[in-house]
C-alpha cells in the first residue's frame, strides 16, 4: 500500500531534551516536506527536500533540522525542542515540487 | 508573497444541500496550482480536488467542484448533495514554489 509513515505518532518531552520525528514514504516521491499544524494558521512548511541531499528551508524553520540520506526518509530533528514548538506536525511527498502531496497521519507533540 | 486567505471560519449546511466554500490567493505568478484539501477528525490530510492555473475549465471530482475565477484570484468549493462525512476542515492551498495554506474552514453537516 503506498504511503507515507510517521513515528512516533504521540510525543511527550520535557524542554532541551533532543527528539526526532521519522518519516517514510514507499512511492519513490523526490519531493518532502515537513510542516507544522497550529490552530487559526493553517499549515506551515518547516523545511523541504527536492531529492536525495538536496534540502531547503521553509517558512518556519528555526529550532528544526532536517536530512535527506535516502530518497525514502526525511527525519525531522529537534536538537533542544522548546515549548513553542508543541504542534501538530506532518510529513508529505509527492513525485515533484507540483504534484499532489501524500500527507502521513501526523505526530503530536507537547513540550513542556 | 503569496497569501491564502479563507474567509470562512465556519460554515454549516443541511445534508443533502449544497455548500460552497470560499478562497482567494494573492500572487504575482501567471503559472500555480491550487488545491482543496479535507481534514475530517482523524486529522489526515485528503487531497479534495486540484486546479492548475493554465486551465480555464474548473476542475470536478464527483461531488466537489472549483469555480475558478484567475483574474479575480478566487478559487471557492462547491460540495454539493452534501453527506456527514463531508463533515471536517477543509483547506486551500496554492503552489508554485511552496505550498501555501489557508487557515481552513470548519464545514458542519446538519442531519
Known amino acids: 500500500e503506498a504511503q507515507v509513515t510517521q513515528n512516533p505518532r504521540y510525543l511527550i518531552t520535557v524542554t532541551g531534551k533532543k527528539l526526532t520525528v521519522t518519516c517514510s514514504q514507499n512511492m519513490n516521491h523526490e519531493y518532502m516536506s515537513w510542516y507544522r499544524q497550529d490552530p487559526g494558521l493553517g499549515l506551515r512548511q518547516i523545511y523541504y527536500s527536492m531529492n536525495v541531499e538536496v534540502t531547503d528551508k521553509g517558512d518556519v524553520p528555526e529550532g528544526y533540522k532536517v536530512s535527506r540520506k535516502e530518497k525514502r526518509n526525511f527525519p525531522l530533528i529537534l536538537e533542544s525542542p522548546s515549548p513553542n514548538q508543541t504542534s501538530l506536525y506532518f510529513c508529505?511527498?509527492?513525485?515533484?515540487?507540483?504534484?499532489?502531496?501524500?500527507f502521513g497521519p501526523g505526530t503530536r507533540l507537547t513540550v513542556l | 508573497a503569496q497569501t491564502v486567505t479563507q474567509s470562512q471560519p465556519e460554515m454549516s449546511v443541511q445534508e443533502a444541500e449544497t455548500v460552497t466554500l470560499s478562497c482567494t490567493y494573492d500572487t504575482s505568478e501567471s503559472d500555480y496550482y491550487l488545491f482543496w484539501y479535507k481534514q475530517p477528525p482523524s486529522r489526515q490530510m485528503i487531497l479534495v480536488i486540484r486546479?492548475?492555473?493554465?486551465k480555464q475549465q474548473n476542475a470536478t471530482e464527483n461531488r466537489f467542484s472549483v469555480n475558478f475565477q484567475k483574474a479575480a484570484k478566487s478559487f471557492s468549493l462547491k460540495i454539493s448533495d452534501s453527506q456527514l462525512g463531508d463533515a471536517a476542515m477543509y483547506f486551500c492551498a496554492y503552489l508554485n514554489y511552496q505550498l501555501i495554506w489557508g487557515a481552513g474552514t470548519k464545514l458542519i453537516i446538519k442531519p
Open positions: 508529505a511527498s509527492s513525485l515533484t515540487r507540483v504534484n499532489e502531496q501524500f
Open positions: 486546479q492548475e492555473a493554465y
